[in-house]
């Protein structure tokens, strides 16, 4: 049962992550129908001002020794660091040794990443971050594309707002939807969102490291509605197909048909941001020629269907 939520917090934690936190398990909604919480804020030691990451002071009104019966562990977001307190990280496994979920928003994946207890688990972290968490903790299975992970005893989540939707997740899992809901609501926020954090990656058009291909990636871009084969691009490059396809995977990274097909999907992105054109026109404006055809790829790429993009996206 969730009953005790200690939330720990470090040198320059985020303020708004934090606030999420706070707010899911540290108001009282009683009133509508929510079970009470004891949510006790941690420090390396209490009364002790942190520093967050902005210019104000969080001062922990606990302990660490307040983890212990600590039904979830809530690890906000923080500006990641080379090192982390051993005395935090000692504390962080000990309540997870003792029965407490662990749950981190944003960068607080790798604080939580820092104490091993990733290793050999899937989990995500802001998409910002991927590369470096990878690199730091290679044991563990990251999943880029997803707004949170829930592995059980130990649940992750993506930047900033994702970590709402793991929050009320834990919530609707443990306590029912009914709760769940009223603690959305109160927040004016969905219950649940679909899609992933692809969603809302800046995907820039990736650039060639071969100056004899721009000329040639600059006319597929301009011509994105028109159908190419290898034959013909490799005619316009001067060059034999094997020749072409070799220096063209050498410069992007990928194969002519792949590349080709993200940049019309970023193209289609763009559409549904900024444009009232229907699924099937921007399917014929990007080159995908029908609506099925964009709404697969599309997916794939960014890990929602075009009609909720838009929905999310699109201007007023």
Known sequence: ??????????????????????????????????????????????????QASVGVQLIPEHG??????????????AIVRDEYPEVVLDAIRKAHANGAT??????????LGATGLLDGRPCTTHWKHIDDFKQRFPEAYLDPDVLFVDDGDIITSA?????IDACLHLVRRELGSAPATAIARRMVVPPQRDGGQRQFIDLPIPE??????EPVLAWMIEHLADEHSVPELARRAQMSERTFAR???????TTPVKWLTTQRVLHAR???ETSRLGIEEIARECGFGTGALLRHHFHRVVGVSPHDYRRTFAAS
């Open 1 to 50: 049962m969730l009953r005790t939520v200690a939330s720990v917090l470090v040198d320059r934690s985020a303020v708004f992550e934090f606030g999420v936190v706070c707010e899911v398990f540290g108001i009282d909604r009683t009133d509508d129908g929510v079970p009470p919480f004891e949510f006790r804020v941690c420090g390396e030691r209490a009364g002790e001002p942190i």
């Open 64 to 77: 660490l020794d307040a983890l212990d019966g600590a039904d979830l562990v809530a690890i906000p977001a």
């Open 102 to 111: 662990i749950l981190t928003v944003c960068s607080g994946a790798f604080l």
């Open 159 to 163: 930047g900033t707002a994702a970590g």
């Open 208 to 213: 060639s490291t071969a100056d004899s291909l």
């Open 247 to 253: 220096r063209f995977a050498a410069a992007t990274g």
């Open 270 to 272: 763009t559409l549904l």
